[in-house]
């Protein structure tokens, strides 16, 4: 059992080392499900050999998409292993096999090595990636949220969508620093997989850490109950899941498109080069990170709601007179203040939404039906967001068309925060 206060609550210093394990799980995790979108166009220009640039950017993103297929099913199995076996089970399983993953990206033939086998043995890996990050989302929310003291689940809560962003930020650091220190044949022979390699290398850090760390109070309680009859839940787990489907779509869409696609989107119709592109996004990003905690904690004092649907109002108004000014002053300063501006608007739900989210469901079915309800989302909304992205904008002839496509994600989502209670000052059942 871990350390106590009298009133119940895990200490201070017991809380923050186990979410610290957590969060430093989480950031070599993302960073190495994130890395690919940051090399997409080099891997579709290996993988995927055709005499149209735009053919092989959708492939590329297709692959990438596809990583997100099997997070459902990934949210399933590793959320129910999470809810069984305990939260600490599920996380240090995803770290190992998003490792194993991570390392065959960096290690698979070029098609003109290997041919058919290498885009098949690409798609293999990025699958594996996803039921890993299907699993790890929700069992790390879960985990974090689960120690948090009551009165600061937004601020702890916040730390999971902050190491999120943090494993962006060091994929996008990493590449940008090998395409600020190679040259563009060295960048396309070999740089980009070093960083899918120093990625299979970090990862055992992470497992070392999470299965040193304990398991949560909450769910400790929880196995201590075991044969007692269960009371029952006020609303069907599914449709529970159906609220976090809901409250996700927002949320999934603005990270894949103003984080993981808009490095792409400035090289391609800002005409940045690789490097000013991704230092763009690592500077957005960074902002990010600072930004999520603070707004994590105004959510515990005035709410988790405003702040969600400010965000989504944001989503709704700001996107095409932003990016409709960028395109018209193309310049590497304008892709920053883009990246910060929106960086903020995502923080807003980045901050309070991991404590939101988990406060829909209860102990007993937290990590089954939350980790599924926001993997299917991820999946259908989130993962195929940079290809519907790349394909609005050839079939109309708009770079600005994925906007609507934003706008209407943030439409849906504010309707379904309409009709949540506010959670943040009861308890987490």
Not at 68 to 88: N, Q, S, T, W
Not at 351 to 375: C, K, L, N, Q
Request: charged share 10%.
């Amino acid at each position: 059992m871990v350390a106590a206060t009298h009133s119940g609550e895990p200490t201070a210093a017991a809380a923050n080392k186990a979410v610290a394990a957590a969060v430093i799980g989480n950031v070599l995790e993302w960073y190495d499900f994130s890395v690919y979108a940051f090399v997409a166009i080099t891997i579709g220009a290996k993988f995927f050999p055709t005499s149209s640039d735009t053919t092989k950017l959708l492939a590329s993103f297709a692959a990438f998409g596809l990583g997100f297929v099997a997070r459902p099913l990934g949210g399933i199995m590793l959320g129910r292993l999470g809810d069984v076996r305990g939260r600490k089970a599920a996380l240090v399983l995803t770290i190992l096999l998003m490792a194993i993953g991570t390392t065959m990206i960096g290690l698979i033939p070029s098609y003109a090595s290997i041919g058919i086998a290498a885009p098949l043995l690409l798609v293999v890996a990025r699958l594996l990636q996803g039921f890993s990050a299907g699993g790890e989302w929700g069992g790390s929310t879960t985990f974090i949220v689960e120690w948090a003291p009551a009165a600061r689940r937004g601020y702890y809560g916040s730390f999971q969508q902050s190491s999120v962003v943090a494993g962006l930020l060091l994929g996008s650091a990493v590449v940008a620093l090998m395409n600020s220190a190679l040259t563009a044949p060295a960048m396309s022979d070999w740089g980009w997989r070093v960083p899918f390699l120093l990625g299979a290398i970090l990862g055992p850090v992470g497992m070392y850490l999470r299965r040193n760390a304990d398991e949560t109070p909450a769910y400790q309680r929880l196995a201590a109950q075991r044969g007692v009859p269960a009371p029952a839940e006020t609303v069907a787990p599914f449709w529970l899941a159906a609220r976090a489907f809901g409250f996700t779509i927002h949320w999934t869409v603005i990270f894949y498109i103003f984080l993981s696609y808009m490095p792409t989107f400035s090289q391609k119709y800002l005409k940045l080069s690789a490097a000013d592109a991704l230092w763009s996004g690592t500077i957005g990003l960074l902002v990010l990170v600072v930004a999520i905690p603070l707004f994590g904690t105004l959510s515990d004092r005035i709410g988790r709601k405003p702040l969600l649907l400010i965000s989504c109002i944001a989503f709704i108004v700001l996107p095409y007179p932003v990016l409709s000014w960028m395109l018209s002053n193309a310049t590497f300063g304008t892709a920053v203040a883009m990246q910060i501006l929106f960086g903020l608007c995502i923080a807003l739900y980045s901050g309070a939404g991991p404590a939101a989210i988990s406060e829909i469901f209860s102990t007993r079915v937290r990590s089954t039906w939350m980790t599924t309800g926001y993997a299917l989302s991820v999946a259908i909304f989130g993962g195929f967001a940079p290809f519907i992205a790349t394909w609005l904008i050839d079939v109309t002839g708009k770079p600005l068309s994925p906007v609507f496509y934003v706008m209407a994600a943030s439409v849906i989502t504010t309707i379904v925060l309409l009709r949540l209670r506010e959670t943040a000052h009861a308890p987490l059942a």
